[in-house]
């Protein structure tokens, strides 16, 4: 079967006249008959070398797609067509009110790939796109609204307006929506509405398509990316699969990007109609919103979205999970020495085999987690975060006892606060034995001792005598380094025992010897005399 011969074809044989080939080596080259060649450059006015040239200087693209397009383009206004895909009317939407309801017949029977196909020939710049069907309860995209000014809530306290964030999720199919307000775009909020979103539709679909987040993608990848794994764990619970689109092409998920504009800007001034006190509030009203903006009726589809749903897609869906899913934060944490880990002011315990490795610590609102190679390893209940120093400690992560002091150093230590003096000495022994634990002040102790190699040993001997002077036997690492940058803490001299001098000049001051005491009683028998008038 011959090749078709289109406006790239008719274009390249006129290209290769113009170069001065002739129609047997352009026959060859194309594996096209010698009589086609000579046939379409002449209905090309392309013949001759010189008309080949000559044609593309004045430009050939055009003049070969006038003269080699279908008989029923002629009765199309490209240039309307033109000025409207470039306005954002989609292109399917301008051949069914076009052609579609044009009474010629030619016009109703185009099928529309070929009017696209028609249209790329002619504006091959502009960017066009089939229109994407998608089966029912397979895919859900969901992204945040770009600017959302005037979205927000009154801080009743303050008085201070609370700006939020739209979030939006559609069902691709039935292209049910749902929008949900948030304080940021962190990834607490962004699990809050996909769950809210699931909830609303009652049902989970087998696809999720996401942009490329942090709250959903670590680092992006046109063909691999790295999933989050606190969002990856969610989509699990959930029974979804996460698509991350690919970077900077935002028609991957063309029809959240759709739908949050035509959503926004119908319910924008609606929104400068009322008052919320609260993001309770706010969703609550963007739910009814939601409800009336599903309801209502699409000439393109002759249905609503509801109905869409109700009928085709809802029944496709997904059951919901029995279980919420609890959120969790992910961070990087190295086991101490100490067999624990640090989460804010609290510690943690995890299995000594584990000491100096950098483990993935998952903090939810009741507990902590610990994981390795991605292997939970340890869990504890979470403290409170305005606790502080509190240990959660599971004996079976600590190794035996005496092995524990003799690896983790205590004697070491002792032995180095008492090289240094005794004063740190005894401070150093002191938070090493007279506690509950022999390992409950480990950190404390090796922080104090650190601080000998940034101050000098004498500097940090004398600092520790001060503080044992005022009662400080267990200070902290912050007491004892404030104390070493202290300006005055060399000037500072000993304290000497006070010594009473005999003073004739202060009554009583004689009576703490055995002299002065005899001299106060004869001074008091003459001041006596006196008084009574037997000494003159």
């Not at 999720?169 to 909020?189: D, G, H, M, W």
């Not at 049902?203 to 398509?209: C, E, P, R, S, Y």
């Not at 961070?331 to 000594?352: R, V």
Request: aromatic share 10%; proline share 4%.
């Amino acid at each position: 079967m011959a090749k078709k011969k289109g406006p790239k074809m008719i274009e390249d044989l006129v290209r290769r006249r113009a170069n001065g080939d002739g129609f047997q080596t352009i026959a060859i080259d194309l594996s096209i008959a010698r009589n086609t060649v000579k046939s379409r450059l002449k209905d090309a006015g392309a013949y001759e070398v010189g008309d080949a040239q000559r044609l593309l200087l004045e430009g050939f693209s055009s003049t070969t797609v006038q003269i080699f397009s279908p008989h029923w383009s002629s009765q199309v206004v490209w240039e309307e067509a033109l000025k409207e895909i470039e306005g954002g009317t989609p292109i399917k939407e301008f051949w069914e009110n076009n052609l579609g309801a044009n009474p010629a017949a030619d016009l109703r029977n185009v099928p529309y790939e070929t009017f696209w196909r028609e249209f790329r020939r002619r504006h091959p710049n502009i960017n066009v796109h089939y229109h994407k069907n998608h089966e029912p309860g397979l895919r859900t995209e969901i992204d945040y609204k770009g600017d959302t000014h005037g979205l927000g809530y009154i801080d009743k306290a303050t008085g201070e307006f609370i700006a939020c964030r739209l979030f939006g999720q559609v069902l691709c199919n039935s292209r049910l929506f749902f929008p949900y307000a948030t304080i940021n775009e962190k990834q607490s909020s962004w699990l809050a509405g996909i769950r809210e979103g699931f909830k609303y539709f009652g049902g989970v679909t087998q696809v999720l398509v996401v942009d490329n987040t942090r709250c959903a993608v670590n680092a992006a990848d046109w063909f691999d990316p790295d999933i989050n794994q606190e969002f990856y764990n969610f989509c699990n619970h959930y029974g979804t699969t996460v698509v991350a689109a690919r970077p900077k092409r935002p028609t991957d998920k063309n029809l959240i990007e759709v739908h949050l504009g035509v959503f926004w800007r119908w319910v924008r001034r609606r929104l400068r109609q009322q008052q919320f006190f609260s993001i309770g509030e706010l969703n609550r009203y963007l739910l009814e919103c939601a409800d009336e903006f599903n309801e209502r009726y699409q000439r393109k589809y002759g249905s609503s979205r509801r109905e869409r749903f109700e009928q085709q897609e809802k029944s496709t869906l997904k059951p919901l999970p029995v279980r919420t899913y609890e959120a969790g934060e992910w961070k990087k944490a190295k086991l101490h020495e100490d067999c624990h880990i640090q989460h804010k002011y609290n510690y943690y315990s995890a299995p000594y085999q584990q000491r100096g490795k950098d483990l993935d610590v998952r903090v939810t609102l009741t507990h902590v987690e610990i994981f390795y190679q991605q292997e939970r390893i340890a869990i504890h209940q979470r403290r409170p975060d305005h606790q502080r120093g509190n240990y959660c400690t599971d004996k079976s992560h600590l190794p035996e006892k005496f092995q524990a002091m003799e690896e983790m150093s205590v004697a070491r230590q002792i032995r180095d606060a008492a090289r240094i003096g005794p004063s740190t000495g005894k401070i150093i022994n002191t938070l090493l034995t007279d506690v509950s634990h022999p390992l409950m002040f480990l950190r404390r102790t090796m922080g104090i001792l650190r601080l000998k190699g940034r101050y000098g040993a004498e500097k940090l001997e004398r600092s520790c005598e001060i503080l044992i002077t005022h009662g400080r036997t267990k200070p902290t690492v912050k007491d004892v380094e404030r104390m070493l940058k202290s300006p005055n803490l060399g000037n500072k001299p000993k304290a000497v025992p006070i010594e009473r001098k005999p003073n004739p000049h202060l009554r009583g001051q004689m009576s703490f010897t055995t002299e002065g005491a005899n001299n106060y009683e004869s001074t008091t028998q003459h001041d006596r005399s006196i008084s009574d008038g037997t000494v003159s």
